[in-house]
C-alpha cells in the first residue's frame, strides 16, 4: 500500500487521497497485481535472479507491457533487482538520491520490496511517496524528483522506456528537505 507523506507530516494511505494530492505533478499511481503464475510467484519471491531468471518473470507480465505498447508507446522493458548483496549498490543509488528530472517519464511497476520517491511540487512544496509491490507508477517527464531504497534495502521493479536516451538523470540545485523515513546511514568507527 502506497503512503504518501506531506512536509508538515500530513500522511496519506488511500489511493483516492494520494492522487488528489498527486495530481498536479500528474503521476499516475495504480495498483497491478502480479498475478497467480506459480513460476512467476517464485521468482519474485527470490531475494536475487539471474538474467534468465528475469526475462521469465518479465513474460509473465508482458500484459502490461503490451498494453503500455498499445497505448503509449513504450518499446522496452527490463527488470532491475536491488538488494543488500547487490554489488556497488551504494554507488548506484547516490545517482537518485539528488533531486533530478528526465527528458522522458519515468515508469515503474514494483513487484517486490519497496521504495520512496519524492517530489517537487508546482507550490515548492515536498512530498514523498512509498511505492510498495505491485504498484505501478508513471512520474512525467522533467518532474523533479528523488528516489531511495526504504531500510529494507531491496525492490525489485520492471522499468518501462520510450527509449533509453531520455532516462539519463539531469541534476537540479533543489534542496530535498523532507528526509522523514529516509534510512539513517551508520559510520563505522575504527
Not at 503490451?66 to 543488500?84: C, F, M, T
Not at 511540487?121 to 511505492?131: A, I, K, N
Request: include cysteine; proline fraction near 4%.
Amino acid at each position: 500500500m502506497a503512503v504518501l507523506q506531506l512536509e508538515d507530516g500530513t500522511t496519506y494511505t488511500q489511493l483516492d487521497e494520494i492522487q488528489r494530492e498527486l495530481a498536479s505533478l500528474n503521476i499516475h499511481l495504480n495498483h497491478w497485481s502480479v498475478g497467480t503464475d506459480a513460476q512467476v510467484v517464485e521468482l519474485v519471491n527470490q531475494p536475487a535472479l539471474n538474467n534468465e531468471e528475469k526475462e521469465t518473470v518479465l513474460q509473465g507480465l508482458d500484459q502490461y507491457f503490451e498494453e503500455l505498447k498499445q497505448k503509449a508507446g513504450y518499446q522496452s522493458r527490463d527488470l532491475i533487482v536491488l538488494n543488500p548483496d547487490t554489488p556497488n549498490l551504494e554507488t548506484l543509488l547516490q545517482k537518485f538520491e539528488q533531486c533530478h528530472i528526465h527528458a522522458d517519464d519515468e515508469v515503474r511497476y514494483i513487484i517486490d520490496g519497496e521504495g520512496v520517491f519524492g517530489f517537487v511540487r508546482p507550490d515548492g512544496s515536498q512530498v514523498e511517496l512509498t511505492v510498495e509491490a505491485e504498484e505501478y507508477i508513471n512520474v512525467p517527464a522533467n518532474t523533479e524528483h528523488w528516489f531511495y531504497l526504504t531500510e529494507t534495502r531491496r525492490i525489485k521493479a520492471v522499468r518501462y522506456f520510450t527509449s533509453t536516451e531520455g532516462w539519463t538523470p539531469e541534476y537540479t540545485d533543489t534542496e530535498i528537505r523532507i528526509f522523514s523515513r529516509r534510512p539513517k546511514k551508520t559510520l563505522a568507527l575504527n
